[in-house]
T-cell receptor, first 109, second 116 residues
Framework: EDQVTQSPEALRLQEGESSSLNCSYTVSGLRGLFWYRQDPGKGPEFLFTLYSAGEEKEKERLKATLTKKESFLHITAPKPEDSATYLCAVITGGFKTIFGAGTRLFVKA | DGGITQSPKYLFRKEGQNVTLSCEQNLNHDAMYWYRQDPGQGLRLIYYSQIVNDFQKGDIAEGYSVSREKKESFPLTVTSAQKNPTAFYLC???????????????FGPGTRLTVL
């Protein structure tokens, strides 16, 4: 069964304390993996798309990487405004989109 | 401004009523999607449409209906047959890649539906 699992469910960091969020997947073929940021009560905001193992993308304090089994979202020197829920989604070989449950990130000043 | 709009932002429904959620996009995207989001769960696909006058059921279509009469619009009706409709509803759109590629879905701001 196709599955996407995000860990941890919640992560509390001090401002400046770098860390990583994980998205592991078991799917029948991978066409693409997406990362989104979601603030409370709002729609997800697109961050990155990754298509193949070894690919990396960066935006400000965020860096996304992809292997054959998982993706990491690395957050370098986070700030309080980085606090949000980060969602991972996979599009399978059958063009089905599967979302993980998300990681809630709290960054304290 | 190009984007996806959803209305209303908040919606309250009495049991036994049908309600319709609006989704409009001016991005000239071919595909549109409806998702439901519940606390602690990933987004679940309700319906999607890749072309006008055509749509397909997602994983949780029971109790919902859609129409796609215009490229820009993809309204969702939550019927009285949906037993637990209280949730956050998200509309998304994407272009369709040729040759089997994968395109990013962009989301609207969402509608929170509460059953009284």
């Amino acid at each position: 069964e196709d599955q996407v699992t995000q860990s941890p469910e919640a992560l509390r960091l001090q401002e400046g304390e770098s860390s990583s969020l994980n998205c592991s997947y078991t799917v029948s073929g991978l066409r693409g993996l997406f990362w989104y940021r979601q603030d409370p009560g709002k729609g997800p905001e697109f961050l990155f798309t990754l298509y193949s193992a070894g690919e990396e993308k960066e935006k400000e304090r965020l860096k996304a990487t992809l292997t054959k089994k998982e993706s990491f979202l690395h957050i370098t020197a986070p700030k309080p405004e980085d606090s949000a829920t980060y969602l991972c989604a996979v599009i399978t070989g059958g063009f089905k989109t599967i979302f993980g449950a998300g990681t809630r990130l709290f960054v304290k000043a | 401004d190009g984007g996806i709009t959803q209305s209303p932002k908040y919606l309250f429904r009495k049991e036994g009523q049908n309600v319709t959620l609006s989704c409009e996009q001016n991005l000239n995207h071919d595909a549109m999607y409806w998702y439901r989001q519940d606390p602690g769960q990933g987004l679940r696909l309700i319906y999607y449409s890749q072309i006008v006058n055509d749509f397909q059921k997602g994983d949780i279509a029971e109790g919902y209906s859609v129409s796609r009469e215009k490229k820009e619009s993809f309204p969702l009706t939550v019927t009285s047959a949906q037993k637990n409709p209280t949730a956050f509803y998200l509309c998304a759109s994407s272009i369709l890649a040729g040759g089997g590629g994968t395109d990013t879905q962009y989301f609207g701001p969402g509608t929170r539906l509460t059953v009284l």
